[in-house]
Structures are given as structure tokens and as C-alpha cells.
């Protein structure tokens, strides 16, 4: 029995082929295919059938109904608010509002979604970095804030899918970032070694020595630094377990979770570090029994990771009276060191030290990424492209090791022509 496949037809080759229709925007389109995708013919009528179907079926994954209600930018952003953040990082909901707040509200809040063109958000963003000269890494932080507002528009189904596509996802024609300035600093800040000696010098036995130490030779991040606790540093094996950070939210001290799951990440300790937490903790044990009471007085409650109050007492950076050292203690040797040493010291400078004196070291890509905590191993790769002063020398030494070479190499071939 010959039961018979609407849209599928035989070729005078022998071969089959197959066609079918659908609707788009409003318009008939017609659909006719002779091979599958790799260019090769059917060759049963089965093959061709199969073929419509799995191509039908796919096109329908990608059919959606037209939206039915236009909306603003600060409707979805609002709604984005109540509904799509739930479980976002506290800095990100603060970053994410002080763009939409200070600047896209005013520009765009009320503006409908299908009002603004690529091109009108392009000069936009051409605008904020070449007139308003805002860093490169700051307008970044624009682009992606109107891909999550499409995106949110998208799956609440306020825009159709080629709207979506032409917005966020097409290479040729989306929303993009403007062409980098030739002189932009996007370069890693590293100390040299002198730097770094003298870094060393000056924060020995000041109340920011441990906070310096975890930086320069743990590459911590400030926030890790100072939500650190006695709990996860574990001398025995000589690593520290990095599980959680310091944050202030609404004028609070807290203990939060990592912004990134790779943040979570083991520290191994070199032989110094480890003597120097052996002292440390020394040193606590007893200002717990000669300053008891004044550590019961100074100590503060904080709010940990699962909502619990704990003792600051239980961080590794308080003081031996028992007062609390935060992000903001750095604030002060900053100032110092600048007018000291000529020296512009940032802490997460000591961060990037740390993964380039690694990376210089030939440290595998995989190790240093697992150390710094990183989500891609594509971040990693710039502390090996990274050039510092040592990385300098080192190219030097090399580059002399290879004249040397081709100079003895010469001698040989003019002792070996005599």
C-alpha cells in the first residue's frame, strides 16, 4: 500500500524532494529543498519525509507569538526588579541601579522598546566613551545593562524574536561596544620587585601587615581579605579556604557569598606564610587572655552567610583589643604610601602581582586560574601576556643568551673552516 506524503515529491533523477510553507510577520513564505543540509540528495521518499518533519518541527521551536503590548524601558526594568533578580549579588543589584538610576532612567525610561534603533544605543555608547570620556570597562557595564533589558523584554515575550536578534544577537548588526581608544589602560598592574620590598617594609607590624600579606601572596580580593576567618585557614595542610567576602550593604558589615562559584577557590601558602599565621595566631590566643576584656567590649555582631550573628572576633583581620578591620582600613595607607614613596597603591594591585609573578614563574594557566579564582581561563591568559619589569629582564636575558649562542656558534664555524 502507497500511502502518500503531502509535500514530498520524486525528481526525474530518481531522487526525492520535499516543501512546505509558514508564516512570518504577517507573510506567506514558501520552503522547497532538494538535499539535506550537507548538500547531499534524498535518496527515499522516508529520507525526504523526515527530513520536512525535523525541519518543520525546528522552525516551530523558533515561532512565537506576536508581542501584544508595547513597552518602556523603565516598565521592564521595573518588572526585571520585582521578579527577574531574585539570588543576584547585592554589589551587582547596587551597580545594576546606579546605571539605570543616574543615567538610563532619565535617557531612556521613558522611551518604548521598539522606538530605539541599534544605531541611536551605539551612539549612545560612542558618546559616554569618546565625549564623556568614561573608562572602557564603564561603558561595558552600559551595554550589558541593555542586553538584560532586552533579554528581560524578550522572554516576557514584549519583543519578537527578530527584534531580539537584530538587538543582541546578530554579529553584523547588534548592539556593540565602541572601537577601543589606541592609548585605553586595560593594562595589569603589577609592582616590581623594589616596589614590592618597600611595600613589604612599610607594612610590617602596622594593623594592615595581614591584610598586605593575603594580597601579595595569596592574590586575594580586599573583600575575601577582610571576610576571612580563623575557621578557614588550615596550617596543617597550609592552605586557606576562601568561601565567603566582606560586604557593607545599607551602611552593615556582612558576611556574603562569593559574587562568582570559581571565586570559591583553596589558597596554597607558601613556608613564610605559614610561619607568619603560626605567630598570628599565637599572638590572638593570648591577647584573648590578656585583653579579654577589652575584646568583649570592642567585638561587633555581624551578620554571617546563612543570616547568623557572629563574633567579629572570629576574623582573622581584628586587632588584638578586638576591634574590627574593614575594606575601609586600607584607605588611610594608601594616602600614606603615595606621599611617602611616590608609590599609587591600590590593593587589588597586590592581586595582580601575585597571578603575574606566577604566570612569569611558568605556573600552568590551570593552576593560576584555580588560584586567582577566575570564571575563565581566558582572564588568566592576560597575567602571561602581561609585560612587567621583571618579564622585561627576563626577555633581555634571553635575548642575550641568544646573541651569545650565534656568537660561538660563529667561532665554531670559523675554527671548522681553518
Not at 136 to 144: A, N, P, W
Not at 326 to 342: E, L, Q
Not at 343 to 356: C, P
Request: with cysteine; net charge positive; charged share 30%.
Amino acid at each position: 500500500m502507497n500511502i502518500k506524503h503531502a509535500g514530498v515529491f520524486q525528481l526525474e533523477n530518481g531522487f526525492w524532494g520535499y516543501r512546505y510553507t509558514y508564516t512570518e510577520n504577517g507573510k506567506r513564505k514558501d520552503v522547497k529543498r532538494k538535499t539535506d543540509k550537507y548538500g547531499n540528495p534524498f535518496k527515499t521518499e522516508r529520507a525526504a519525509v523526515i527530513a520536512r518533519d525535523e525541519e518543520k518541527f525546528q522552525h516551530k521551536l523558533t515561532e512565537r507569538e506576536r508581542p501584544t503590548r508595547r513597552v518602556t524601558f523603565a516598565e521592564v526594568y521595573e518588572e526585571y526588579c520585582y521578579s527577574g533578580r531574585s539570588g543576584k549579588a547585592y554589589g551587582t543589584i547596587r551597580k545594576q541601579d546606579s546605571l539605570w538610576n543616574n543615567h538610563l532612567k532619565e535617557k531612556f525610561g521613558k522611551r518604548l522598546l521598539d522606538t530605539v534603533s541599534v544605531a541611536e544605543i551605539n551612539d549612545y555608547l560612542a558618546t559616554l566613551y569618546y565625549t564623556e570620556g568614561r573608562a572602557y570597562k564603564y561603558v561595558e557595564s552600559f551595554l550589558k545593562m541593555f542586553y538584560l533589558i532586552f533579554g528581560q523584554a524578550y522572554s516576557r515575550n514584549y519583543i519578537d524574536v527578530d527584534s531580539y536578534n537584530k538587538l543582541c544577537v546578530n554579529k553584523d548588526c547588534r548592539i556593540q561596544m565602541p572601537k577601543m581608544k589606541i592609548d585605553e589602560d586595560l593594562d595589569i598592574v603589577a609592582y616590581d620587585k623594589e616596589q614590592t620590598a618597600l611595600l613589604d617594609i612599610y607594612f610590617k607590624d602596622t594593623n594592615a601587615e595581614t591584610a598586605f600579606l593575603l594580597g601579595c601572596y595569596c592574590g586575594l580580593r580586599i573583600n575575601e581579605c577582610y571576610g576571612l576567618k580563623w575557621e578557614n585557614i588550615d596550617l596543617k595542610q597550609g592552605v586557606i579556604h576562601i568561601d565567603r567576602q566582606m560586604q557593607y550593604q545599607n551602611g552593615l558589615i556582612k558576611l556574603v557569598s562569593l559574587k562568582t562559584r570559581n571565586a570559591r577557590r583553596t589558597i596554597y601558602l607558601s613556608n613564610r606564610l605559614i610561619d607568619y599565621f603560626k605567630e598570628l595566631k599565637r599572638q590572638t590566643d593570648a591577647s584573648q587572655k590578656e585583653m579579654k576584656a577589652q575584646r568583649k567590649q570592642n567585638q561587633k555582631f555581624i551578620e554571617d552567610m546563612d543570616g547568623k550573628k557572629i563574633s567579629s572576633l572570629e576574623l582573622v583581620n581584628s586587632l588584638p583589643n578586638g576591634k574590627i578591620q574593614t575594606v575601609n582600613s586600607m584607605k588611610y595607607h594608601s594616602r600614606t604610601i603615595k606621599s611617602r614613596f611616590g608609590i599609587d597603591f591600590k590593593f587589588h594591585h597586590l592581586r595582580h602581582t601575585y597571578g603575574t609573578r606566577l604566570a612569569e614563574m611558568n605556573t600552568p594557566t590551570h593552576l593560576l586560574c584555580n588560584q586567582m579564582g577566575h570564571a575563565s581561563g581566558k582572564v588568566t591568559e592576560r597575567y602571561y601576556l602581561a609585560v612587567s619589569k621583571s618579564g622585561i629582564e627576563i626577555l633581555t636575558q634571553n635575548l642575550n643568551k641568544i646573541q651569545n649562542q650565534q656568537k660561538r656558534a660563529k667561532r665554531m664555524t670559523n675554527i671548522d673552516g681553518e
